[in-house]
Structure formats: C-alpha cells, structure tokens
C-alpha cells in the first residue's frame, strides 16, 4: 500500500513539474490585423453556391424526388436564389 503512494505522489510531482514548464513557454499576440475581405457565409450564400453548382442541385432534386416533392418545383426555388 505504501508503494502505491510513493508511486502516486512520484507521479503527481514529475506531472506538476511538466505543467510549470509548459506554462513558461506563454506566447502575446503583438498586433492584429483584420482582414475585410473574408466574412463568414450565410445560409442565404450556401443556397446560391449550391444553386449554381450542378452536383448539389442534382442532389437536392434526387432527395427532393425521393420524398415526394417535385423536382421542378427544387429548380423553381433555386432559380429564385438571388
């Protein structure tokens, strides 16, 4: 039993050792620079990459087909994505 607690605490002190010297090695961001140019998409700019990629309208109208909607009425919605 006492081993188990000799090799506990061994193991806790190498452990607390690793983590100060992991805490040494602290980086700071000096400058930031914000490009305007990269924005997040919006579901609406999904829907239009989509609309304009024949792959995944094929996709929308296989699954649309499948569920029983129209396959017309997927392009009608996809033509109307500004």
Not at 16 to 25: H, I, P, V, Y
Not at 36 to 44: A, N, S
Not at 55 to 81: D, E, H, Q, W
């Amino acid at each position: 039993m006492i081993c188990v607690r000799v090799l506990s605490l061994l193991f806790l002190l190498m452990a607390s050792a690793g983590a100060g010297a992991c805490a040494q090695t602290d980086f700071v961001a000096t400058s930031v620079k914000v490009d305007p140019v990269m924005q997040p998409k919006q579901p609406g700019d999904v829907f239009k990459e989509c609309a304009n990629n024949q792959a995944c309208s094929a996709v929308l109208k296989g699954a649309a087909s499948y569920l029983g909607v129209s396959p017309t009425l997927v392009s009608a919605v996809l033509a109307i994505v500004p």
